[in-house]
């Protein structure tokens, strides 16, 4: 018994090519089937998730770049806002005979001056900052003020209240350090 293809070939309902063409069509039918891709739809559909799935991915790398550009933008308005307050609010013109000893970082560093800012910054009325390898002598109130935006900024900030505790202990309670020791 001859098939449908060659029956429709002999009565002349079709030609060699289409019954070809129609042949190549089902053999790519059953790959398509057997590779797991159902039909032509859904190929789209995989090609139409996977687009989906890459613009996500893409937002979510864009969200995370843009929040660190926004993060490193805040950091260095706080840096130029705290440079512009220790410059608007230095005091300057304090240099004397008395040398007030400090750590800058890893450093140990002198600074000459007068006698009442030399005692004014022992009392605490007066703090040391720096920034960039710059010392600047300001107020107590600036000082506090830095330090709420960046503790790292103050590097001396003298506190009597501190000096008063005095332990029970101690043999040398009786002997006061003065304020304005050298070292």
Avoid at 8 to 36: E, I, Y
Avoid at 53 to 62: F, G, R, S
Wanted: glycine content about 4%.
């Amino acid at each position: 018994m001859a098939s449908l293809q060659d029956q429709l070939l002999k009565a002349g309902l079709t030609t060699k090519q289409k019954t070809r063409q129609a042949n190549v069509d089902k053999r790519k039918k059953n790959k398509q089937k057997r590779s797991g891709v159902q039909h032509g739809a859904s190929l789209q559909e995989q090609v139409q998730q996977d687009l989906a799935k890459a613009k996500t991915d893409k937002q979510t790398k864009d969200n995370a770049l843009n929040e660190l550009k926004q993060q490193q933008l805040a950091d260095k308005e706080q840096i130029l806002r705290i440079k512009q307050i220790l410059i608007h609010h230095q005091i300057k013109n304090v240099a004397g005979d008395n040398d007030y000893n400090y750590t800058f970082e890893t450093t140990i560093k002198k600074l000459p001056l007068d006698a009442v800012t030399h005692k004014a910054l022992v009392n605490g009325r007066l703090a040391l900052c720096g920034l960039d390898d710059v010392t600047y002598l300001v107020t107590r109130e600036t000082a506090e003020k830095l330090s709420e935006l960046d503790k790292n900024v103050v590097l001396v900030q003298n506190d009597n209240a501190l000096d008063e505790q005095v332990d029970e202990d101690d043999p040398y309670a009786d002997y006061q350090i003065p304020d304005d020791l050298m070292w």
